[in-house]
């Protein structure tokens, strides 16, 4: 059998050095692609297929008209009011000059009366003020009149009484002027039932041990000069001349503790020919001298709250 050819000799394998650039761009490579997956991995690679939206535009601001003129309004209605329900036969263009001053240029002064009759004004209270369109507003005032009967009439003069009145009103050209003839109006013959109103607990020995020195207060309250009877530092004015002293009805300390506590009186007093009782809430402090301690009166106020 004859044996195969011989070929060429098969040369060994022989490895050969890299280039340095290569190398580098290799791993310049590899280190672009590992960045870009911990890129990918922090931000999300949604947010780089779908891009973020624009924020959106801040609301634009609503300019809110300005608030409408409650005291002014208030205080043109009371003139207003007042000048209306007062009038006299005698007296009927003084009563348009001041009607005029609060109405519209050419207005009708006379709003309707017919020119007849006397009619005072004792007290007038503004109140509700009611805004409408167009800078407009209708004000509650209520208001205190008295017929004013002639010497001769034989009959009894009638009684104050109150009467509501709806007052329209418009804001213009920088002032508040009466639009219109106002309408008389009822007001309710009672007040609606009070709530049910917490009742302080009393300290019956501290209200005991300080009624005689409530007591010199409101005897020196009635005279005008309070200072020998108030605590250090106390500020309270005495009342007018004319008031007197009657008693003290009765006298309640709050429960509690510390040197200031809170009580209520109950006081009479004598003015304008009779007699009336009055609710007052006084501050106590303890007074603390070289001897001994005492209680003396820091500040009172009317009422029961």
Same mark, same amino acid.
């Given at each position: 059998?004859?044996?195969?050819?011989?070929?060429?000799?098969?040369?060994?394998?022989?490895?050969?050095?890299?280039?340095?650039? &290569?190398?580098?761009?290799?791993?310049?490579?590899?280190?672009?692609?590992?960045?870009?997956?911990?890129?990918?991995?922090?931000?999300?690679?949604?947010?780089?297929?779908? #891009?973020?939206?624009?924020?959106?535009?801040?609301?634009?601001?609503?300019?809110?008209?300005?608030?409408?003129?409650?005291?002014?309004?208030?205080?043109?209605?009371?003139?207003?009011?007042?000048?209306?329900?007062?009038?006299? *036969?005698?007296?009927?263009?003084?009563?348009?000059?001041?009607?005029?001053?609060?109405? #519209?240029?050419?207005? +009708?002064? &006379?709003?309707?009366?017919?020119?007849?009759?006397?009619?005072? =004004?004792?007290?007038?209270?503004?109140?509700?003020?009611?805004?409408?369109?167009?800078?407009?507003?209708? /004000?509650? =005032?209520?208001?205190?009149?008295?017929?004013?009967?002639?010497?001769?009439?034989?009959?009894?003069?009638?009684?104050?009484?109150? $009467?509501?009145?709806?007052?329209? $009103?418009?804001?213009?050209?920088?002032?508040?002027?009466?639009?219109?003839?106002?309408?008389?109006?009822?007001?309710?013959?009672?007040?609606?039932? &009070?709530?049910?109103?917490?009742?302080?607990?009393?300290?019956? +020995?501290?209200?005991?041990?300080?009624?005689?020195?409530?007591?010199?207060?409101?005897?020196?309250?009635?005279?005008?000069? =309070?200072?020998? $009877?108030?605590?250090?530092?106390?500020?309270?004015?005495?009342?007018?001349?004319?008031?007197?002293?009657?008693?003290? !009805? !009765?006298?309640?300390?709050?429960?509690? !503790?510390? *040197?200031?506590?809170?009580?209520?009186?109950?006081?009479?007093?004598?003015?304008?020919?009779?007699? /009336?009782?009055?609710?007052?809430? $006084? *501050?106590?402090?303890?007074? !603390?001298?070289?001897?001994?301690?005492?209680?003396?009166?820091? +500040?009172?106020?009317?009422?029961?709250?």
């Amino acid at each position: 059998m004859t044996a195969p050819a011989a070929g060429p000799p098969v040369q060994p394998w022989v490895p050969r050095d890299e280039k340095s650039g &290569a190398v580098f761009a290799r791993r310049l490579g590899r280190g672009v692609l590992w960045g870009v997956l911990i890129l990918a991995a922090i931000t999300g690679v949604r947010s780089w297929i779908v #891009p973020a939206k624009a924020p959106a535009p801040p609301p634009a601001q609503v300019q809110s008209a300005p608030a409408y003129p409650e005291a002014e309004a208030q205080a043109v209605a009371a003139r207003f009011a007042r000048t209306y329900l007062s009038w006299d *036969e005698a007296k009927g263009d003084e009563r348009a000059e001041l009607l005029a001053s609060l109405l #519209p240029a050419g207005a +009708d002064a &006379a709003m309707g009366w017919d020119g007849r009759g006397r009619q005072e =004004v004792a007290a007038v209270q503004p109140g509700k003020v009611t805004p409408g369109k167009s800078r407009q507003a209708l /004000v509650r =005032v209520d208001v205190l009149t008295r017929a004013v009967e002639a010497p001769a009439a034989k009959q009894p003069a009638r009684p104050a009484r109150w $009467v509501g009145l709806d007052v329209p $009103v418009v804001e213009t050209a920088g002032r508040v002027i009466v639009t219109g003839r106002p309408g008389l109006v009822g007001i309710p013959g009672t007040g609606p039932k &009070a709530p049910d109103l917490p009742i302080a607990q009393a300290d019956p +020995d501290l209200s005991t041990r300080t009624e005689a020195t409530i007591g010199r207060f409101f005897t020196a309250y009635a005279a005008g000069d =309070v200072e020998a $009877v108030t605590a250090p530092g106390a500020t309270v004015p005495g009342l007018p001349d004319g008031i007197a002293y009657k008693g003290l !009805s !009765s006298w309640a300390v709050d429960a509690g !503790s510390g *040197e200031d506590r809170t009580g209520t009186a109950v006081v009479t007093w004598a003015l304008g020919g009779a007699t /009336v009782e009055q609710v007052y809430r $006084v *501050e106590l402090t303890q007074v !603390s001298s070289a001897d001994a301690q005492r209680w003396q009166v820091a +500040d009172v106020r009317g009422g029961s709250l």
